[in-house]
């Protein structure tokens, strides 16, 4: 059976349109990238590595555990001057306080709270992704944050991530090279 990629983008259109969701626009992470962007590439990457996959997937849960991962409503460099937080207790906390803010204000399901909770596994020991579609975020949030992180600030787009990733393994290939 074919994942649905209407229902798909429909429902991440109309949760990006919430203000619920809007408000992570007021967030950054990954050394600038608003926390609104970096959700939005993982739930596009997530759908797109269900495709190349052939895995048929909850179109409605994927959307809103993506868009909600890191629903922890702070700036991390912000925080991180503010109360010292170590890369490493951001890292094993925001996923509860994600879940709970979340939780707040969205109603979600079993699979949803696991996929939030989940998702920075296996720093997260006991909280293992236990879905598909909990594995798909897990594995798309940390290529999208690998690439936020080394520049990428707007919107990425999957087609051309191949490409990307040719590029830029050519262009370490000949930094290295230059050495020799
Ligand atoms: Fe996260
Ligand atoms: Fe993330």
């Not at 259109?13 to 050394?31: A, D, G, V």
């Not at 490409?163 to 050519?170: G, S, T």
Request: charge should be positive; aromatic fraction near 10%; glycine fraction near 2%.
């Amino acid at each position: 059976m074919k994942n649905d990629r209407k229902k798909f983008y429909t429902e991440l259109e109309r949760l990006c349109r919430t203000p619920e969701i809007s408000i992570l626009k007021s967030f950054t992470q990954h050394k600038g990238t608003p926390t609104f962007v970096h959700c939005r590439n993982v739930a596009v990457y997530s759908f797109h590595l269900a495709e190349k996959l052939g895995w048929k997937i909850d179109e409605i849960s994927l959307a809103k555990g993506a868009m909600l991962h890191d629903y922890y409503l702070y700036t991390v460099a912000e925080k991180q001057k503010e109360t010292n937080l170590s890369d490493y207790r951001h890292g094993i906390t925001h996923p509860q306080l994600s879940l709970e803010n979340a939780s707040k204000v969205f109603q979600l399901t079993p699979k949803e709270k696991n996929i939030i909770r989940s998702h920075m596994w296996p720093l997260t020991l006991f909280h293992i992704p236990a879905s598909k579609e909990a594995w798909l975020v897990c594995l798309a949030d940390t290529y999208c944050a690998i690439r936020e992180m080394l520049g990428d600030k707007e919107e990425l787009d999957p087609e051309i991530h191949s490409a990307w990733i040719r590029n830029y393994a050519k262009r370490k290939v000949q930094h290295a090279l230059s050495f020799t």
